[in-house]
């Protein structure tokens, strides 16, 4: 299986996970966090970044993925240097979009050439 296969295979195990009731209804982003499928995604590293910005252009641009879980993962794999700006917090669409950008204008850095 290619990374690709690998990246798709977690964010559909992942996106069925958060589309339990348990979670869905979860105020708390370690619910969203819980599993296994994620941590694979982030154990993917740097690799996963050009498929978490077309996975952006894919899922439901309101989809609990969407909106908070792939800004998290970008964050747990890159680290303090994606940040989400203060004037922006608290809206998810305004993080969607922030999160898209970044990637669009770093993702060169962070990829082999």
Avoid: Q, V
Wanted: aromatic share 10%; with cysteine.
């Amino acid at each position: 299986m290619d990374d690709k296969e690998r990246f798709n295979k977690y964010i559909k195990e992942w996106e069925e996970y958060c589309k339990k009731p348990e979670i869905m209804l979860s105020s708390s982003m370690i619910e969203i966090m819980g599993c296994d499928s994620y941590r694979n995604l982030i154990a993917m590293g740097n690799t996963a970044l050009p498929f978490i910005r077309e996975a952006y252009d894919k899922l439901k641009a309101d989809s609990i993925i969407t909106l908070h879980g792939l800004p998290l993962l970008i964050h747990e794999i890159i680290g303090e240097e994606f940040s989400i700006p203060e004037s922006i917090k608290g809206n998810l669409c305004e993080i969607r979009n922030y999160a898209k950008f970044w990637l669009d204008e770093n993702l060169l850095d962070y990829i082999s050439h």
